[in-house]
């Protein structure tokens, strides 16, 4: 007792000066990006605003945090204490746990409907029942290329764009309906996932990384500039809108959707009816990646993810075990792009950038790489998340009239990137249920296998 | 003829730039390993530092001497955008050694959306104009139809990247802090081993990975007097490209690989289509990665296994 007494002042003094040292540091790295702010006046003129208040108040929150952190990190541990991780207490339930959420997922909309109406409901099941899925099911495609197989894919986003286009052209110049389109849209984007996936076969993890990067940076430079075929930054609008099976959602009272049910004609059906689409295309997409997990190319992907060269001693084609995932996920890809197209109505170029692309990955990792329910839980945070700061208005009060929320979104999601590789590397699922196992299946750290899930 | 030789002095501008900001990409892989994916926002970053230093000095101290400010803002940029990488170094990448594999390339995408996203949260979204520094035109050919000219602020560029490659050659090839940093790329636990503090010459690394990334930053503000937020993505990927096309791990090579993917984009929009030149960068990227992927002076990769 007598040391800790001691060791006290001089942990706290020592804990002052780190703060003092971070608190400099803020303040140097504060200037001038923080401290002024250049806009453009009335004549183009860029002219400053000093911006010290806000700058100081940083530097007092640098400090604050530095110092707490410091003392955080070198409080006496009474004793240490080395907990074993069981697996996890929900282990026993997680069937039932999917069971329930996916019977939520299906009632959803209606219990929204009957609680806010059909003008209510309509902004929720569409900003975040819709939003949500669309995410989900690509994070569960760009899961089979990066979380299954291993391979890093930045620009996942280009198959997105692919399935998009294709149904936007195919149904506005060809006019084929959109039950048609949606196959094809699959079968093109595994066409270009392909295609792209052959030439970039010998590379592997950074460099792989960068080159599907380039390619998705390519096919979007292409959309933009070959306005024949794409019509460019203007894009593709409209594109005919979604069908019950040939009976459209209008307001009309022969052949359509409401005059056949003899219901009300409500503007809420034609969402309602595409939230099920997605649900629907979505848990496909996370029923063929769990079955095909137990096939033998699902075991080879993980077998490839875990090490290529092991793999190929083996006498595993690593050839054809990289296209068909390159293949499959692209394929989801573009299913998810040609519902995109059909939701919106309107696609250009500039909802395939590569902020959409690390959107997905970011879904995938903060999932923890491989885990299906991960990626569930990573999109409703951040798709969720950052409509939920669209609604955040008490901010406005608390930080001002100019304050608006949506604008950070993008500054969090970086953030969440970076520290959650830094304290979760293994996601918000952290878990690994083994594909195969000797005597008994039990779930292990995520800590003990290298780079995924399985 | 001509209109070749004024291509081809664009094309030696914007290379020294991307050349500059490659040398950044090679030290930091070379020496970890890592793709650091938020380099070319740390040189926008730069050029936002030295554009506001820049109208600091201009507006509100009032200094009239143009050599004067643009030296100032030079160094200031320099100094301010090191300790960014240092501190981003030190808070997103050091956690990270001995994570998994892809750990470190999604904390530096992490990273990049975050700086990219900060500047235009805390500068606004729109475009910055000042006017361009040191335009005035020295013609070196009197053409029939126009005459080739040379802008003071191309020579600053092209001479700068020069002497700082020699003072930065100097730097890795004759002093203790070059030889370790040398041995780190070589073998990381042996050089530590013999007392060589690694983590101090990887802080090190970054320090002037992104000091000459703000010498480019701040020629860039200098040179098209504009900069956005969104200036770091097509400038990082084509230096990471100069980068691996040289040879990734080369310092020479960054150069020389950023002089060639600057002339090749300035011929082909000189020549075919302004349109398709990311196209042209993008593609000499996958083509090389894929035939050539230890570059024109790279060593090629031994893998052991």
Request: glycine share 10%; with cysteine.
């Amino acid at each position: 007792m007598a040391s800790e007494n001691s060791a006290s002042p001089s942990r706290l003094a020592l804990a002052l000066k780190e703060g003092v040292i971070a608190a400099l540091l803020a303040a140097l790295l504060e200037f001038p990006i923080i401290d002024y702010q250049a806009a453009a006046n009335i004549d183009n003129r860029l002219v400053l605003t000093s911006r010290f208040g806000l700058a100081m108040t940083i530097v007092a929150i640098v400090f604050i945090a530095r110092v707490s952190i410091y003392l955080y990190q070198t409080r006496v541990v009474a004793r240490a204490v080395v907990k074993v991780k069981g697996p996890s207490v929900f282990a026993p339930y997680v069937q039932w746990i999917n069971y329930a959420g996916i019977a939520a997922l299906v009632v959803f909309p209606f219990v929204i409907l009957t609680l806010l109406g059909s003008g209510g409901a309509l902004k929720w099941v569409n900003n975040y029942g819709v939003q949500i899925l669309i995410y989900v099911m690509l994070g569960w495609g760009l899961n089979i290329v990066v979380g299954l197989a291993g391979l890093l894919d930045l620009g996942y986003v280009a198959f997105y764009a692919v399935g998009a286009y294709s149904y936007a052209l195919l149904s506005t110049k060809f006019g084929l309906s959109f039950w048609i389109c949606l196959p094809l849209a699959g079968i093109l984007a595994a066409l270009w996932g392909m295609i792209l996936g052959f030439p970039v076969l010998r590379l592997r993890g950074d460099y792989l990384a960068i080159v599907t990067l380039a390619f998705g940076e390519i096919i979007r430079t292409v959309l933009i500039n070959w306005t024949d075929f794409s019509n460019g930054y203007a894009g593709i609008s409209s594109i005919p809108h979604i069908t019950f099976f040939g009976l459209p959602f209008d307001d009309d009272d022969h052949g359509t959707f409401s005059s056949f049910f003899h219901i009300a004609y409500s503007p809420i059906h034609r969402t309602i009816f595409l939230y099920f689409l997605i649900l629907t295309l979505a848990l496909t997409t996370n029923f063929v990646t769990i079955r095909l997990r137990r096939l033998p190319i699902g075991r080879a992907w993980e077998a490839l993810r875990e090490d290529e060269i092991a793999c190929r001693s083996l006498g595993i084609n690593t050839t054809t075990t990289k296209l068909t995932a390159f293949a499959m996920g692209a394929m989801f890809a573009g299913f998810a792009g040609s519902f995109f197209a059909v939701r919106q109505g309107f696609v250009s170029p500039e909802s395939f950038t590569f902020v959409e692309s690390s959107t997905i990955l970011a879904i995938v990792v903060l999932g923890g790489m491989g885990s299906q329910m991960g990626v569930v839980l990573a999109a409703i945070l951040m798709i969720g998340g950052t409509e939920i700061l669209r609604e955040l208005e008490f901010l406005k009060a608390i930080f001002g009239k100019g304050f608006d929320p949506v604008q950070y979104r993008m500054l969090l999601f970086g953030l969440a990137m970076v520290l959650m590789m830094i304290w979760r590397p293994r996601g918000i699922i952290s878990s690994r249920m083994p594909s195969i196992f000797l005597a008994e299946r039990k779930s292990i750290s995520g800590a003990n296998v290298s780079e995924g899930h399985g | 003829m001509d209109y070749f030789l004024q291509q081809l002095i664009s094309g030696l501008t914007l290379g020294s730039l991307y050349g500059l900001i490659a040398i950044g990409y090679t030290m930091v892989f070379g020496i970890i390993g890592m793709v650091n994916f938020a380099h070319g926002d740390v040189f926008m970053l730069s050029a936002f530092i030295a554009m506001i230093i820049y109208l600091i000095l201009t507006q509100l101290l009032g200094v009239s001497s143009l050599p004067v400010v643009a030296l100032t803002a030079l160094i200031g940029s320099m100094i301010v955008t090191s300790a960014w990488n240092w501190s981003i170094e030190r808070l997103a990448y050091r956690p990270l050694r001995g994570s998994f594999r892809l750990a470190p390339l999604i904390s530096a995408i992490g990273m990049s959306i975050t700086l990219s996203n900060f500047v235009q949260v805390v500068q606004g979204p729109r475009n910055k104009p000042i006017s361009s520094l040191f335009t005035t035109n020295i013609v070196i050919h009197q053409g029939a139809d126009f005459p080739v000219t040379v802008a003071y602020n191309q020579i600053i560029i092209v001479v700068g990247t020069a002497l700082l490659l020699l003072a930065f050659w100097y730097l890795v090839q004759k002093t203790s802090l070059g030889r370790a940093q040398r041995a780190c790329e070589q073998d990381p636990k042996m050089a530590a081993l013999l007392g060589i503090d690694v983590d101090r010459t990887i802080s090190i690394t970054f320090i002037i990975g992104a000091a000459l990334a703000a010498v480019a930053g701040s020629l860039y503000v200098m040179k098209y007097g504009v900069v956005t937020f969104s200036d770091g993505f097509i400038p990082g990927v084509k230096a990471f490209t100069a980068a691996v096309l040289g040879g990734i791990g080369s310092l020479p090579g960054a150069v020389l690989g950023g002089l060639i993917i600057g002339l090749i984009e300035t011929f082909w929009a000189g020549y075919f289509s302004a349109d398709y030149k990311d196209v042209a960068a993008f593609s000499i990227l996958a083509v090389t990665l894929i035939f050539l992927p230890s570059g024109l002076l790279g060593r090629p990769e031994v893998e052991k296994v």
